[in-house]
């Protein structure tokens, strides 16, 4: 069914450091590999040797500048996948029942035999985080990688994400959202995580951490590193002759 | 958004069709015999043609059964169940005036009500996209409630009727035009709130994910088609309302209704290509594009 499930039990979904991601784009080549590889259909590529390759991808890195009134531009490298909403406006539209969200652990998923390729999810997605295959004319989207998270034939260090298990700088934490005690859970409160758009409503799992401030250099100035340790003042008669006189210029200045 | 030509030929066609069906049903004419065959003949043509452009637009539309079955939360389904059943509906009544000379009220009325609701509902499937603010709002429904029933009575030859509904319309698309332009500023999206960063900052695209093109831009990214927006949306009131209009004050025959029927298409189609064209969809905050 496309009505939502009341609250799922857990909600599975990403943390996104925005703070320590390098912008590599390592997510997206294992996401692409491991869900080209696995479940449902491949994630194609068209005209991949030609003059205008494009293809299917499920997350994205994009790379924003954020200009600051009181201190430097910063540069943030800005990866986006489907973020497995609480009030998924892409399974409510679904005509045909393939897109659902799973009591269980609320993740988002297209059941590929029953999607007719409207695009219709693809619209109401704010984010931009459905896309239609063009070989095989049915809608892709993250799936949490959920032919691993729960594979036992996968070592259990590997039971995550592609996307997670391969970022060389940590900035991706997968886990349960909807456990407060949760390490993801932890990570936002106390990193302060956000969610996208949230004046579409749609209440996402995913969350993303802030980048966090610049630390700034404590040097000394020019003038202070050269001041001597203090020490009594020299007493008895004021020089005189050329010691007299450097003496009053030094004190003029 | 993309103006997908299947889709303007479906909400175009289907729109007229049901809306003639809607007239057809309400009994302000009971064609009997071969006026009654080719009056619905016309009804059931346009919308099963419509629906046959629709299909079109699926990636499987060998699977398009499926779509009867989430009426419970899709308008795109809805709109699905209240066509067919519609047309099943209304077709008794229909067989009935072609061969019997004998209109069937029930069916009739019922058929009217349903032909209604679906013209209606094929506005809500873009009414209810909250991501395309120019379509999430109270004025879309008119335009498509209103061109369907005007377009309907035109074919009906309900010439006085059609007259106030073309009025009517043209100013459901001004409306909708006027209060649509400032929707995505009342929608409070920016590349801000899509990034999470305008707490810091201003925001603005350095790279894109990928130097080519993608589905989504391709979708939902249409910038080209906005820039002669004015001027389409003059030929769409003119064409599609006010020529039509007028054609109908004149106390002229079946060559002025030709007339109107001819430019309130001509005109529809290109209010319905500016319809998708021209809304933007928040997607584009993350291209830096609207």
Redesign the interface.
């Known amino acids: 069914?496309?009505?939502?499930p009341p609250a799922p039990a857990r909600k599975l979904g990403l943390v996104i450091d925005?703070d320590t991601c390098v912008g590599c784009h390592a997510c997206?080549i294992s996401c692409k590999g491991w869900n080209t590889e696995n479940y449902g259909a491949p994630l194609s590529d068209m005209d991949a040797y030609g003059a205008?390759?494009?293809?299917?991808?499920l997350n994205?890195?994009?790379?924003?500048?954020?200009?600051?009134?009181a201190?430097p531009?910063?540069?943030?490298h800005?990866p986006?996948s489907c973020l497995h909403c609480d009030d998924a406006?892409c399974?409510?539209?679904?005509?045909?029942?393939?897109s659902y969200k799973r009591v269980e652990d609320g993740i988002v998923l297209v059941n590929e035999t029953?999607?007719?390729?409207?695009?219709?999810c693809?619209?109401?997605?704010?984010?931009?985080a459905r896309?239609?295959d063009?070989a095989?004319?049915?809608m892709k989207k993250c799936t949490l990688c959920v032919d691993r998270i729960y594979n036992e034939n996968l070592a259990p260090q590997d039971r995550e994400p592609a996307c997670v298990r391969t970022c060389p700088s940590g900035a991706r934490h997968f886990g349960d959202l909807g456990d407060p005690d949760s390490a993801v859970s932890q990570l936002v409160t106390t990193r302060g995580g956000?969610?996208?758009?949230?004046?579409?409503?749609t209440g996402p799992v995913n969350k993303?951490l802030?980048?966090r401030g610049r630390d700034t250099l404590q040097m000394p100035d020019l003038v202070s590193l050269c001041a001597p340790e203090p020490r009594a003042q020299p007493s008895g008669p004021a020089p005189s002759g050329l010691l007299g006189w450097l003496d009053r210029a030094l004190e003029k200045l | 958004m993309h103006p997908a030509p299947s889709l303007i030929l479906f909400t175009v066609l289907s729109g007229m069709g049901f809306g003639l069906l809607v007239w057809l049903g309400v009994g302000l004419r009971t064609p009997t015999g071969l006026a009654a065959f080719i009056l619905f003949g016309l009804g059931y043509g346009l919308a099963g043609a419509g629906l046959i452009a629709a299909a079109f637009h699926l990636g499987h539309p060998e699977r398009a059964l499926k779509a009867f079955s989430q009426w419970r939360s899709s308008w795109l389904s809805r709109e699905a169940v209240l066509a067919a059943a519609t047309l099943a509906v209304m077709a008794p009544h229909a067989a009935a005036s072609v061969f019997w000379d004998r209109p069937l009220v029930l069916f009739a009325w019922a058929g009217a009500a349903l032909a209604l609701a679906t013209i209606f509902a094929t506005a809500m499937i873009y009414a209810q996209i909250r991501a395309v603010p120019r379509w999430h709002h109270w004025s879309t429904p008119p335009v498509f409630v209103l061109a369907g029933l005007a377009g309907g009575a035109l074919l009906a030859a309900q010439l006085t009727l059609a007259l106030w509904l073309m009025l009517a319309l043209g100013g459901a698309m001004v409306v909708h035009w006027r209060l649509g332009d400032q929707r995505f500023a009342a929608a409070k999206s920016d590349a801000g709130t899509a990034t999470g960063l305008g707490r810091f900052g201003r925001v603005r695209l350095l790279e894109p994910p990928h130097s080519g093109q993608n589905y989504l831009l391709r979708e939902m990214v249409h910038v080209v088609g906005r820039k002669h927006a004015h001027k389409l949306r003059v030929i769409a009131l003119v064409l599609g309302a006010l020529l039509p209009a007028g054609a109908l004050i004149l106390p002229a025959g079946y060559t002025m209704v030709f007339v109107a029927l001819i430019a309130h298409i001509m005109g529809i189609l290109a209010q319905r290509w500016l319809f998708f064209a021209e809304a933007e969809h928040v997607v584009g905050l993350y291209y830096g594009k609207r």
């Open positions: 069914m496309t009505t939502l925005l997206v205008q390759p494009e293809g299917t991808f994205r890195v994009h790379s924003f500048e954020v200009t600051r009134d201190a531009p910063m540069v943030v800005f986006k406006p399974v409510t539209v679904c005509p045909t029942g393939a029953d999607c007719i390729g409207c695009g219709l693809a619209w109401a997605c704010p984010y931009g896309e239609m063009a095989e004319k049915v956000f969610d996208l758009m949230p004046e579409q409503g993303y802030p980048p």
